[in-house]
């Protein structure tokens, strides 16, 4: 099956500096999805982005299909910011997501 | 709003106990999956359904069953507790097709003793 992998492992901000975070993929994909899960274990979704570029807010993520990578920008951190990212994909016909071991990210004061 | 509600957040059980993980969602999605996360291991899937009744496996079923009687509940089963089955359990559940409006539950986090 796919390989989802993600980098850095682990990430420690302080609050107003910006930040990438990188996930590769090993096959070609239909869907790319980024989450974040919160000190509390709750997983949100951030991003649905197979391709091109798309922006939230303080987030925007990138997504190059055939050079088989995305990217998840985080600007002007907050401590609210803190938590686990995940990137997910999904490759052929199937339904199920396939996720990268994450980004533990904490942002300080 | 709409959720995924998983039914316990802190659960203990014994080694040798059946243990059953309730999930129940309310946005008439066809696909309802578990998941369990580990600390360096990201989320690994245990099971699915995308249908009433169906399932299949995932990457890590060994140890687990699961049930799907309507479409909007989710049961994981563990037969016979072990202690490497501690771990946080994750619900989703999502759309047909290309994985979109995947939504998660809060989680279960089962200590096995």
């Known amino acids: 099956g796919i390989q989802v992998e993600q980098s850095p492992p682990d990430l420690i901000l302080q609050e107003g500096a910006n930040s990438t975070l990188r996930c590769n993929f090993s096959d070609s994909v239909n869907n790319l999805q980024w989450f974040h899960q919160n000190p509390w274990g709750q997983l949100i979704n951030l991003f649905y982005i197979p391709s091109g570029t798309k922006q939230n807010g303080r987030l925007s993520a990138t997504t190059v299909a055939t050079e088989r990578y995305s990217l998840l920008y985080i600007s002007s951190s907050q401590t609210t910011d803190s938590g686990v990212y995940f990137c997910?994909?999904?490759?052929?016909?199937?339904?199920?997501?396939?996720f990268g071991t994450g980004t533990q990210l904490k942002v300080e004061l | 709003d709409v959720k995924v509600t998983q039914s316990s957040r802190y659960l203990v059980k014994r080694t040798g106990e059946k243990v059953f993980l309730e999930c129940v969602q309310d946005?008439?999605?066809?696909?309802m999956f578990w998941y369990r996360q580990d600390p360096g291991l990201g989320l690994r899937l245990i099971y699915f359904s995308y249908d009433v009744k169906m399932k299949e496996k995932g990457d890590i079923p060994e140890g687990y069953s699961v049930s799907r009687e309507k479409k909007e509940r989710f049961s994981l089963i563990l037969e016979s507790a072990s202690t490497n089955q501690t771990s946080m359990y994750l619900c989703?559940?999502?759309?047909w097709g290309e994985g979109r409006g995947y939504t998660f539950g809060s989680g279960t986090r089962l200590t096995v003793v």
């Open positions: 997910a994909a999904l490759t052929g016909g199937g339904n199920k997501l396939t």
């Open positions: 989703a559940s999502s759309f």
């Open positions: 946005m008439d999605h066809e696909n």
